[in-house]
């Protein structure tokens, strides 16, 4: 029989490919999204992977959608934490509205997501999480205080979860991506990501799937011994020290 996995976010960007590849691993996936239906329904046609509908910064429709998510499919497992949004501004400029948003979709998820799942993850002995953060949760970036706050957030949930949680079979890991081609970053404008790819050292954006390949990686039965980690796939734009 299969694992479970849920990815949040996982039905575009990192988290389809981030889909996809557990898939590919013989993972059963859910891959859950919050605004675009059609684009959500495309890609289920297009994969064969289950698709759930619900807002990851609303914490009882997260026990809900993995209620249903068990129901359908089994218990869950493995658990991706993906999804994220920007709403971008200095801080003298940023609306509360702004703020709030990001630090809920980004950080509070990680609590609405993980409390559902992390009980039977202990009582069945296993469990494997994989947290995307950002290198902007490792150094920051002007303009995102809302958004790197969040994303430093992810790194030390991830730490502390995991050394809750080792002795019961579980793993907890972060992934901080660089600029990857996705989506998001298209949007940014055309000279300014030229500033930024210039100034990664491997002269390009990284790609969905060499995000997923780690996460499909972190996310085996056969990696029981990396916990508590934090992985920086950034094509050397910023050394961190853990």
């Known amino acids: 029989m299969s694992r479970v996995a849920i990815v949040t ?10 889909a996809r590849g557990l898939k590919a691993d013989g993972f059963s996936v859910a891959a859950t999204y919050h605004g675009n239906d059609e684009k959500a329904q495309a890609f289920k046609a297009e994969t064969g992977i ?10 009882e429709a997260c026990a809900d959608g993995v209620a249903r998510v068990e129901a359908d499919l089994g218990p869950v497992d493995t658990l991706v934490n993906n999804a994220g949004i ?10 509360y509205d702004q703020w709030s948003a990001v630090i809920r979709t980004n950080l509070d998820s990680m609590f609405n997501m993980t409390r559902p799942l992390i009980e ?41 979860l995991a ?32 500033g930024i790819v210039s100034g990664i050292p491997v002269g390009r954006l990284g790609k969905a799937d060499e995000i ?7 996310a085996r039965e056969q990696c029981g011994f990396t916990t508590g980690a934090v992985f920086t796939v950034n094509g050397g734009q910023y050394i961190a020290n853990g």
């Not at 920007?86 to 609306?95: C, E, G, P, Q």
């Open 86 to 95: 920007t709403r971008d501004a200095t801080l003298h400029k940023m609306s």
């Open 120 to 160: 039977g993850m202990r009582e069945r002995g296993f469990g494997r999480i994989v947290n995307i953060s950002s290198i902007n949760g490792q150094k920051g970036q002007m303009g995102q205080s809302n958004y790197s706050a969040a994303k430093a957030g992810v790194i030390g949930f991830t730490k502390a």
């Open 9 to 18: 976010g996982g039905t575009r960007g990192i988290g389809a490919a981030i």
């Open 163 to 194: 050394q809750e949680n080792a002795r019961k079979g579980i793993t907890v890991n972060c992934i901080c991506p660089g600029y990857i081609d996705t989506d998001m970053v298209a949007a940014v404008p055309e000279k300014v990501l030229e």
């Open 50 to 59: 289950h698709v759930f509908k619900w807002d990851v910064a609303d914490h």
């Open 212 to 218: 997923a390949d780690m996460t499909v990686y972190l």
